[in-house]
């Protein structure tokens, strides 16, 4: 799919406000709305464009414990790493999780739960027992410095294929 820099544009005010209007939207980006709202189809039917969500206020919802946990597998076998990823997939808790390379944890999740007693009961009665987990090393967010939900779009030129 090529992009150009309108494209480029309309992705970045989405980025920003996916409650965007789509007059909104085209006056931002130079469009008329009918032009403006085939371009947003396009970009949402090539799959650029995944979804829409509504950010909350993590804190005021009382989560206000976020764990980055690393999870080291017993075996690096398939069944093992199909067997952990249909579980965690399973816990809302778990915000991330992804495989990692250049250190000791096979995995790293990062969690949201209300307060250190929850995510004890989280980690011992959920986490650690589901097969295949040989160790666990948890660090705890003190402050959060940079939370973006944005991608960095400058590195795409016009008329680029992506």
Known sequence: MKLDRTDRRILQAMQRNGRISNLE????VGLSPTPCSRRV??????GLIRGHVTLL????LGLK????IGITMDRHTPDRFEAFEAQVTEYPEVMECSV????????LLKAVVPDMEYYEKFLLGR???????????????LRRVVHRTELPLEHISDRANV
């Open 127 to 141: 986490l650690t027992r589901i097969p295949g987990v040989a160790g666990v090393h948890s660090s705890f967010e």
């Open 25 to 28: 939207l085209a006056e931002l």
């Open 100 to 107: 990692v390379t250049g250190q000791s944890s096979d995995y």
């Open 41 to 46: 189809k396009r970009l949402e039917e090539s």
């Open 65 to 68: 414990l976020t764990a980055y």
């Open 57 to 60: 206020n993590q804190s005021m």
